[in-house]
C-alpha cells in the first residue's frame, strides 16, 4: 500500500470548516484513499472513500487531486466531538484487506 | 445494528496469567482482525481472518499470541504468559469481504493492563 503523509496536528475554531491535508504521491491506479478517525478511547470509525472523484457524505467531503497525489478531508462545520485523530489511508480496495495506520493528524477543535 | 462486540472492556492482571480476549465480528461479515494499539507503536495489525481462515498473522508479536476463529460469529486472541509490555489497547474489526468499499468497522477495544 501507498505511503501517506499527514501533518501530526492541526486547530480548528468550532464551527468553521476543517481541511485535514494528506500526501499519497507514490499512489498507485487501483489504490483508494481512506479516511478513519478516532476519538479518543475509542475504535477508529470510517468516515469516507474515494479513487478519483471527489466524494461527499453526511460526515464529510473528500477532494482528490486530479494526478491523485495527493487529497484534502473536509469537515464542514467542525464541532467540539470532531476533535479525534485522523487517520488517511492508502490501500487496493476491492481485494485489499489490511488497513495499515500511520500516525495520522491530531484535530484540536476549539471553541 | 450491533456493532463489533469485544469482551472484556478493560482488565488487569498480574505477569505471568493467561488472557483471553473476545471478539463478535457484525453478523454477516466474513473477515475479521485484530489490532494493538500503544503509544509508542501506534496501531498495528497482528492478525486477520477470512472466512474463519486465517491468512496473515505476521503481525503477532510472538509465540506467547495466538488467535483463534472457530466459528464465523467469535473470535479470541490469547496472551500465555502476558507481560507488562502487552499492555495496550486491543481493537477488534470486521468487514465483507464482498462489499465493494472495503470498510472496515472497529469495536470499542479491550484495555489491557499487565502488571
Known amino acids: 500500500d501507498a505511503k501517506t503523509t499527514q501533518p501530526p496536528s492541526m486547530d480548528c475554531a468550532e464551527g468553521r470548516a476543517a481541511n485535514l491535508p494528506c500526501n499519497h504521491s507514490?499512489?498507485?491506479?487501483?489504490?483508494?484513499v481512506y479516511w478513519y478517525r478516532q476519538i479518543h478511547s475509542q475504535g477508529p470509525q470510517y468516515i469516507i472513500h474515494?479513487?478519483?472523484n471527489n466524494e461527499t457524505n453526511e460526515m464529510a467531503s473528500l477532494i482528490i487531486t486530479e494526478d491523485r497525489k495527493s487529497s484534502t478531508l473536509i469537515l464542514p462545520h467542525a464541532t467540539l466531538r470532531d476533535t479525534a485523530v485522523y487517520y488517511c489511508?492508502?490501500?487496493?480496495?476491492?481485494?485489499?484487506?489490511?488497513?495499515?495506520f500511520g500516525g495520522g493528524t491530531r484535530v484540536l477543535v476549539k471553541p | 445494528d450491533a456493532g463489533v462486540i469485544q469482551s472484556p472492556r478493560h482488565e488487569v492482571t498480574e505477569m505471568g496469567q493467561e488472557v483471553t480476549l473476545r471478539c463478535k465480528p457484525i453478523?454477516?461479515?466474513?473477515?475479521l482482525f485484530w489490532y494493538r494499539q500503544t503509544m509508542m507503536r501506534g496501531l498495528e495489525l497482528l492478525i486477520y481472518?477470512?472466512?474463519?481462515?486465517?491468512?496473515?498473522d505476521s503481525g503477532m508479536p510472538e509465540d506467547r499470541f495466538s488467535a483463534k476463529m472457530p466459528n464465523a460469529s467469535f473470535s479470541t486472541l490469547k496472551i500465555q504468559p502476558s507481560e507488562p509490555r502487552d499492555s495496550a489497547v486491543y481493537f477488534c474489526?470486521?468487514?465483507?469481504?464482498?462489499?465493494?468499499?472495503?470498510?472496515?468497522?472497529f469495536g470499542e477495544g479491550s484495555w489491557l493492563t499487565v502488571v
Open positions: 481472518f477470512n472466512n474463519n481462515v486465517p491468512i496473515d
Open positions: 489511508i492508502v490501500r487496493v480496495g476491492a481485494a485489499g484487506n489490511k488497513l495499515t
Open positions: 507514490t499512489i498507485s491506479g487501483n489504490e483508494y
Open positions: 453478523s454477516g461479515h466474513n473477515s
Open positions: 474515494g479513487l478519483k
Open positions: 474489526a470486521s468487514k465483507n469481504i464482498r462489499d465493494s468499499g472495503n470498510t472496515i468497522y
